[in-house]
C-alpha cells in the first residue's frame, strides 16, 4: 500500500485509510469489526478514523476499534474527534464536556494517546473566542494527542485552515463533491497540513436504483444523478471514484467507511491500476463544472 507524507505531521500515512462511522452507526459487531481492521492492517492499512459520536446507542465505533485492535496500537495512527456531545448532560461544545469527551474516548479506543484529535465540525464563530483552541492545545500538551486537527467544510474549515492552529484537515473531497478543489484543498495544502478525504466515493450512491432509504446517502444520490457521469454503471465506477480524489493534489489519505470484512482489501487492490489518467480527471472536473450550481458545497 502507497504512503503518503501528511503535511506537516511529518506521519507516512497508507493513501486508503478506514473510515469508522459506519460500524458505529450500522451496529457492526465486534468479530465483523476484528476480522476486517485486523485484515486490512496485515495488508497495509495505518490509518483508522473515528468520533466521540460514531454509535446507534448500543456499542459505540471507538469501543469497536478498541476491541479489535488496541493490542496492536503500534501498527496504525488512530484518529478521533471531539465536539459532539455524546451523552453527557452538556451541550455541544461545551469545554468541560470536551475534557470528558477526550478522556471517554481515550478509554473506549483503549489507548493513553491517539495521534490526531480533531474539532468535530466546530463553527468558525466558537473557534474564534480563541479558548476552545486552547483546550484541544492543552490535550495535545497532556500527550492525549500528538496532533490536533479539523474535520469539516467550506467556511468553518476555511477558517480553521487560515487561523493556523491545525495540523490537518479532514473534509469531504470525491467526485459528487469538488467545490472544495478550487478553495480549501489548494489552500491546506499552501499551510502544508495534512489532508484527509472524508466521504472519499460519495458514499458509492451510484449503487442505487432508485432514491436510497438512507437519508445520509441522498444528496450525493442526487448530484451523481444530475452529473450522469458515464462510469458509474459501470464496474470500474468505485475504482474511478477513488483514485479521482486520490489523485488530487494535497490529499494523502482517503478513509472509506465500510462495515464489510473483505471491503477494505477489494478497495486496496483498486488502487494497484495507479493513478487515474489526467484526461479522465479533466472530463470529471469539466462535467462538474458544466452541472454543478453554486450551492453544491462541501457535504458535512
Ligand atoms: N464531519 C465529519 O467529520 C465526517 C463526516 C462524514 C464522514 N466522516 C468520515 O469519513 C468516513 C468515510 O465516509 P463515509 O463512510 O460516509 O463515505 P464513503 O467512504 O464515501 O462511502 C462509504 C460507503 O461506500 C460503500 N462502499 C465502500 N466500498 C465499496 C465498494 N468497493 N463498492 C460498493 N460500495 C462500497 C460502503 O458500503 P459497504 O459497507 O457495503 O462497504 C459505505 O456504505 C467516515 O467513516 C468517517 O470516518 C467524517
Request: charge should be negative; hydrophobic fraction near 40%.
Amino acid at each position: 500500500m502507497e504512503k503518503r507524507v501528511f503535511g506537516k505531521t511529518g506521519l507516512e500515512v497508507s493513501a486508503l485509510g478506514f473510515g469508522g462511522a459506519e460500524i458505529g452507526f450500522e451496529g457492526a459487531s465486534a468479530d465483523t469489526v476484528a476480522t476486517l481492521l485486523n485484515a486490512a492492517l496485515d495488508a497495509g492499512l495505518n490509518v483508522i478514523d473515528t468520533a466521540e459520536c460514531y454509535g446507534n446507542g448500543a456499542v459505540t465505533s471507538e469501543e469497536l476499534i478498541g476491541l479489535a485492535v488496541s493490542h496492536r496500537r503500534d501498527d496504525y495512527y488512530l484518529f478521533t474527534k471531539c465536539g459532539h456531545n455524546p451523552g453527557f448532560d452538556l451541550p455541544d461544545w461545551d469545554p468541560k464536556m470536551l475534557e470528558m469527551s477526550i478522556d471517554r474516548s481515550l478509554k473506549q479506543l483503549k489507548t493513553d494517546h491517539v495521534d490526531l484529535l480533531q474539532f468535530h465540525g466546530c463553527p468558525a464563530d466558537l473557534m474564534r473566542q480563541g479558548d476552545l483552541i486552547a483546550l484541544l492545545q492543552r490535550a495535545r500538551d497532556a500527550g492525549k494527542t500528538r496532533f490536533i486537527g479539523y474535520s469539516g467544510d467550506n467556511e468553518n474549515a476555511r477558517y480553521a485552515i487560515e487561523c493556523g492552529a491545525f495540523d490537518t484537515l479532514q473534509t469531504s473531497i470525491s467526485i459528487a463533491d469538488q467545490s472544495v478543489l478550487d478553495t480549501n484543498l489548494p489552500l491546506a495544502r499552501q499551510h502544508n497540513m495534512g489532508v484527509i478525504a472524508k466521504r472519499p466515493i460519495a458514499n458509492a450512491a451510484w449503487r442505487y436504483a432508485s432514491k436510497p432509504d438512507n437519508g445520509y446517502h441522498v444528496t450525493y444520490w442526487e448530484r451523481l444523478h444530475q452529473l450522469g457521469y458515464d462510469f458509474t454503471g459501470s464496474t470500474d465506477a468505485t475504482s474511478i471514484a477513488l483514485r479521482f480524489t486520490l489523485s488530487q493534489p494535497g490529499v494523502h489519505t482517503a478513509i472509506v467507511g465500510t462495515t464489510k470484512p473483505d471491503r477494505w482489501k477489494q478497495n486496496a487492490a483498486l488502487l494497484n491500476a495507479g493513478p487515474l489518467p489526467q484526461t479522465q480527471i479533466d472530463a470529471i472536473r469539466a462535467r462538474w463544472r458544466e452541472i454543478a450550481p453554486p450551492d453544491w458545497v462541501g457535504q458535512g
